[in-house]
T-cell receptor, first 113, second 115 residues
Framework: GDSVTQMEGPVTLSEEAFLTINCTYT??????LFWYVQYPGEGLQLLLK?????DKGSNKGFEATYRKETTSFHLEKGSVQVSDSAVYFC????????????FGTGTSLTVIP | NAGVMQNPRHLVRRRGQEARLRCSPM?????VYWYRQLPEEGLKFMVY????????ESGMPKERFSAEFPKEGPSILRIQQVVRGDSAAYFC?????????????FGPGTRLTVT
């Protein structure tokens, strides 16, 4: 079945450090891939997405590239800020129905000044 | 344009009581999804509804849980005779699938505590 495996946290970085959060997936079809961010006490916000192989999603300085050969969608940011502290979820939606999203377990990021 | 609305944000119920969680999708969206998030875990799919229809309930527990999305009004997730294990955050999402998009937009969640 479909699944998402995410790098376990928590991750603690200093401000301006480079961030990588690993995500790999298993899917029966050709999924769309997503990163969501959850701030404390809030719902999930869509951060970026990619719908086909080699697509790069980007938003707010975050990037992730859909790698079909390695079934990966790693999240990166060149210089993190304190305000990036949150939990990050990798997710996939698998056509043709795409009825549900499959989520990773989340990676907690804390950025310290 | 208001996002997905959920209420209440926090709900406390005693064991054996009923819990009703409400979700209003984004304007123009008629596809609603419910997910449950247990502490320290990711979201698990429960049910997918379109107006007046349950499309996929493969993630719903067979007993005590039900969902509806009437023609008028919000979607309701109903949990009867709650138990401590039902304590979790319940998130609703809506999708613009009728417009060709497949991303899901999430509400702020209802945090259910069963005492």
């Amino acid at each position: 079945g479909d699944s998402v495996t995410q790098m376990e946290g928590p991750v603690t970085l200093s401000e301006e450090a480079f961030l990588t959060i690993n995500c790999t997936y298993t899917a029966t079809g050709y999924p769309s891939l997503f990163w969501y961010v959850q701030y404390p006490g809030e719902g999930l916000q869509l951060l970026l997405k990619a719908t086909k192989a080699d697509d790069k999603g980007s938003n707010k300085g975050f990037e992730a590239t859909y790698r079909k050969e390695t079934t990966s969608f790693h999240l990166e940011k060149g210089s993190v800020q304190v305000s990036d502290s949150a939990v990050y979820f990798c997710a996939l939606s698998d056509p043709p129905t795409g009825n549900q999203f499959y989520f990773g377990t989340g990676t907690s990021l804390t950025v310290i000044p | 344009n208001a996002g997905v609305m959920q209420n209440p944000r926090h709900l406390v119920r005693r064991r054996g009581q009923e819990a009703r969680l409400r979700c209003s999708p984004m304007k123009g969206h008629s596809h609603v999804y419910w997910y449950r998030q247990l502490p320290e875990e990711g979201l698990k799919f429960m049910v997918y509804l379109q107006k007046e229809n349950i499309i996929d309930e493969s993630g719903m527990p067979k007993e005590r849980f039900s969902a509806e999305f009437p023609k008028e009004g919000p979607s309701i997730l109903r949990i009867q005779q709650v138990v401590r294990g039902d304590s979790a955050a319940y998130f609703c999402a809506s999708s613009p699938r009728e417009q060709g998009g497949n991303e899901q937009y999430f509400g702020p969640g209802t945090r259910l505590t069963v005492t």
